[in-house]
């Protein structure tokens, strides 16, 4: 009877332990199954590829804000931010600002709202930036800028600055010039066509072209306005300069090559070569402004790189493994005389 009874109870028990495993391993809302340790192999033997596999981590959301589409330089710059995302397995939300401050704020907020890993943008203006910075600050996010700096008292609202030395571009600018003009007499007027009001490139820019050609007091900048970037008002402004006291000007130095490329076709219309009549210095370094080059249009291109896609995926990579990133990170950059161009030419990307 003993026996009879310890069997009963073994049979018992042992129904009792599977009705439980097959809870534990149940499909219930509430109940998640638990792993069994995998052992570890015996000296010799191979590892189990399926032990040795992991779960792949989760991709970073990069939120970005796209300051416009305003030039060729504007849409290689975000071809690369999107081709860079897409190879380095990054998932990329992007708005495109159309020019408008108010536009990106609201990009940021929904890009807080979405609660995303990292914001970067580029933004339209320097200045005006810290309240949404903190914003972004107070919910954990952070933040890269792109292409363009912002003016902010507490630069601990943004992790890194990722983009050109402006002030640099018009320092290699003037520096061009002066070597161009070193042998003609003054006194030498000087075209300049600004992009938009308020932005970095075109306060730096002007700011270290100023710099640079203050050293000859012969050269003087007789006419100055803004062009937004873009081919339209870079064509308008240049047929203005033209009418401006009946004095074409020596010399053009204009931000970007899209207000270049316009104001040549102004040069034209007003029965000038561009190239000879007018020097004509840019920035930037499209393919278009290389073709112009090599038509003799544009004398000299102080290269602006739109390429910073790999950098900012990089960066975003970094912040998320918790290192330290330098404040400003420059992308790599040239100058391009006509001379250089037909060599050039084919090696643009953008």
């Not at 981590?57 to 931010?81: H, K």
């Amino acid at each position: 009877m003993r026996i009879l009874k310890w069997t009963a109870a073994c049979c018992l028990l042992s129904i009792l332990l599977l009705d439980l495993s097959g809870c534990a391993w149940g499909s219930g809302p509430d109940v998640q199954p638990v792993a069994e340790p995998v052992p570890k192999p015996s000296a010799g033997q191979p590892a189990d590829p399926a032990a040795e596999s992991q779960t792949p981590e989760r991709p970073i959301v990069l939120g970005f804000s796209q300051l416009g589409s305003e030039s060729d330089w504007r849409i290689a710059n975000t071809n690369s931010i999107r081709d860079a995302a897409r190879e380095a397995g990054i998932t990329l939300l992007l708005e495109n600002a159309e020019q408008s401050q108010e536009k990106q704020f609201e990009a940021i907020r929904s890009f807080i709202r979405k609660k995303v890993d990292v914001i970067a943008f580029a933004p339209v203006i320097q200045s005006g930036w810290e309240p949404i910075l903190k914003e972004a600050q107070q919910a954990g996010i952070p933040v890269i800028l792109s292409d363009r700096a912002v003016d902010v008292r507490d630069t601990s609202l943004y992790v890194t600055f990722i983009g050109s030395d402006f002030y640099e571009e018009g320092v290699k600018a003037g520096k061009y010039l002066l070597d161009k003009m070193r042998d003609v007499p003054g006194p030498i007027r000087i075209a300049e066509l600004e992009g938009t009001v308020g932005s970095t490139p075109s306060i730096d820019r002007g700011q270290g072209f100023r710099d640079t050609i203050r050293s000859r007091a012969d050269l003087e900048i007789v006419s100055s306005a803004p062009a937004d970037f873009t081919m339209e008002k870079g064509r308008e402004v240049m047929r203005a300069f033209l009418k401006k006291d009946g004095k074409p000007p020596h010399v053009l130095f204009a931000h970007n090559d899209d207000m270049a490329l316009g104001a040549i076709e102004a040069i034209e219309e007003a029965g000038l070569a561009p190239g000879k009549d007018i020097v004509v210095i840019s920035v930037d370094g499209t393919r278009k402004a290389f073709e112009k080059m090599v038509e003799g249009k544009i004398n000299c291109v102080v290269e602006c790189n739109p390429l910073l896609g790999p950098l900012i995926m990089q960066a975003a990579k970094e912040i998320m493994q918790g290192r330290t990133l330098p404040k400003r990170i420059a992308s790599p950059e040239s100058v391009f005389t006509e001379e250089m161009a037909a060599v050039e030419v084919g090696n643009r990307k953008y």
